[in-house]
């Protein structure tokens, strides 16, 4: 039976890690020993066959609650990371995995978690075939961050879409959508793993500030009820009824 290599597509080196270009990058390491990221996770297996069962990894993959990645060691270009992954039962797996940043080489489980840092438009991202499409600003883990979207279709046994969000500052990944879409012997079956950046400490949440309406808002507000209140105090003094004399005849 035909199946998709489900390892593949989980770790995300389908063809956009494996086909290499010739442009050369100076790639920046954006990151430090001991930074850390922690990620949500969103995964589903889905298939119209009947007979079908949820293959065993991507059923560990549903059932993971967190990734955390923290940064081990770095020798030029090449990061070794730490990935603890905490699942439903509480339980976890930890793992050290190294990839090179500049290039496509290091432990296929390394992905594309980490970057050069200040990648521009157009930009290979580590000499593959993808390259930043565009930058803009989204709020991850409590603040408001300038990053490079990266996204590619690549078109094989199915249709298999990546999406990618790295931070500009630092290279670290903010989050990925990949959704895979393929026949089997005629039955479609969709899978979906999603990952987003919960918390860090590459940077500190900014506070939230108060809407800008209250700050004109509120004073009128307290002059308001002060009216209120006064207008309220004489109204009750001028109803308040006058005691009466009487006088005593003697």
């Keep these: 039976m035909k199946l998709i290599n489900i390892v593949t597509i989980v770790i995300l080196s389908l063809t956009i890690l494996s086909v290499q270009t010739q442009v050369s990058l100076q790639a920046a390491v954006g990151v430090s020993v001991g930074q850390w990221a922690k990620y949500s996770i969103s995964a589903q297996w889905l298939s119209e066959n009947p007979n079908a069962t949820t293959p065993a ?4 993959l549903m059932d993971t609650r967190w990734e955390t990645v923290t940064v081990r060691q770095i020798s030029g270009t090449n990061i070794t990371i730490l990935i603890a992954r905490t699942f439903e039962n509480e339980t976890q797996a930890i793992d050290n995995y190294w990839g090179d940043i500049a290039a ?3 432990d296929d489980e390394f992905e594309l978690r980490i970057v050069s840092a200040r990648l521009e438009d157009g930009d290979t991202v580590r000499q593959t075939s993808m390259t930043i499409n565009y930058t803009t600003f989204k709020e991850y883990a409590g603040q408001n961050r300038e990053v490079n979207y990266g996204g590619q279709t690549i078109r094989a046994e ?3 879409n990546y999406e990618f969000y790295w931070d500009k500052e630092t290279g670290i990944l903010c989050a990925s959508i990949v959704t895979d879409t393929y026949s089997q012997e005629g039955y479609l079956t969709q ?5 987003k950046i919960e918390e860090t400490n590459l940077w500190q949440p900014q506070p939230s500030s108060p809407q800008p309406w209250l700050t004109w808002v509120a004073p009128i507000a307290v002059i ?3 009216i209120i209140v006064l207008t309220s105090i004489e109204l009750s003094r001028r109803k308040k009824p006058r005691r009466r004399r009487t006088s005593i005849r003697k």
Excluded: I
Aim: aromatic share 12%; charged share 15%; glycine share 12%.
């Design 57 to 60: 990894f991507w059923k560990t």
């Design 104 to 106: 496509n080489r290091g």
């Design 158 to 160: 199915g249709v298999t």
């Design 191 to 195: 899978a979906l793993l999603q990952r």
């Design 224 to 226: 308001a009820a002060t």
